[in-house]
T-cell receptor
Framework: GEDVEQSLFLSVREGDSSVINCTYT??????LYWYKQEPGAGLQLLTY?????DMKQDQRLTVLLNKKDKHLSLRIADTQTGDSAIYFC???????????FGAGTTVTVRA | SQTIHQWPATLVQPVGSPLSLECTVE??????LYWYRQAAGRGLQLLFY??????ISSEVPQNLSASRPQDRQFILSSKKLLLSDSGFYLC????????????FGQGTRLTVV
């Protein structure tokens, strides 16, 4: 989606932390999502954050939101080989179903 | 270049009416095709996927059906819409045999009234 931008590739060593970044343009965004797509599978919602929050943590995942800069990040602690996938950032505006996705970041975990 | 077309962008339908959403892909052959739905405030839900012509897998039981009459055409249908069918429907495709890239349509916002 042209309103949501992500870097395309990330390579990380097993056991290290991964940080995937995303920027968006719609200032009315209410929900910001991270989805994961593994090879041959559909999208899986990993986590989401409301725009009135700065941070959300869920086990190995930490989402940080900088509303001023319209910047969203996903940190994966202790990255494992099973974390290799495409990660999509998405946003939806207030009172609307519409989702705008980024192009996805392909994360490759190397041993 | 590969492109994906999904239409219409917005649709308002009365309860009990039929539905047909169409998605076509250009620039690739034998893609995996997907229909997703997002209800307000919720994440995407995979509804159907197809790995080839006439091959449809349903992820959840529901009021909807899908068909793939041609390699690059994927249709989402309903005979009688329910209020709960309202949502944002997204078509997507990726390449075979392993989807290392995924491409999405622009989505259809369906409101059932």
């Amino acid at each position: 989606g042209e309103d949501v931008e992500q870097s395309l590739f990330l390579s990380v060593r097993e056991g290290d932390s991964s940080v995937i970044n995303c920027t968006y343009t719609d200032s009315s965004s209410t929900y910001l999502y991270w989805y994961k797509q593994e090879p041959g599978a559909g999208l899986q919602l990993l986590t989401y954050i409301f725009s009135n929050m700065d941070m959300k943590q869920d086990q190995r995942l930490t989402v940080l939101l900088n509303k001023k800069d319209k910047h969203l990040s996903l940190r994966i602690a202790d990255t494992q080989t099973g974390d290799s996938a495409i990660y999509f950032c998405a946003e939806s505006p207030f009172n609307d179903y519409k989702l705008s996705f980024g192009a996805g970041t392909t994360v490759t975990v190397r041993a | 270049s590969q492109t994906i077309h999904q239409w219409p962008a917005t649709l308002v339908q009365p309860v009990g009416s039929p539905l047909s959403l169409e998605c076509t892909v250009e620039g690739t052959s034998n893609p995996n095709l997907y229909w997703y739905r997002q209800a307000a405030g919720r994440g995407l839900q995979l509804l159907f996927y197809s790995v080839g012509i006439g091959q449809i897998s349903s992820e959840v039981p529901q009021n909807l059906s899908a068909s793939r009459p041609q390699d690059r055409q994927f249709i989402l249908s309903s005979k009688k819409l329910l209020l709960s069918d309202s949502g944002f429907y997204l078509c997507a495709w990726d390449t075979t045999p392993l989807g290392t890239e995924a491409f999405f349509g622009q989505g259809t916002r369906l409101t059932v009234v």
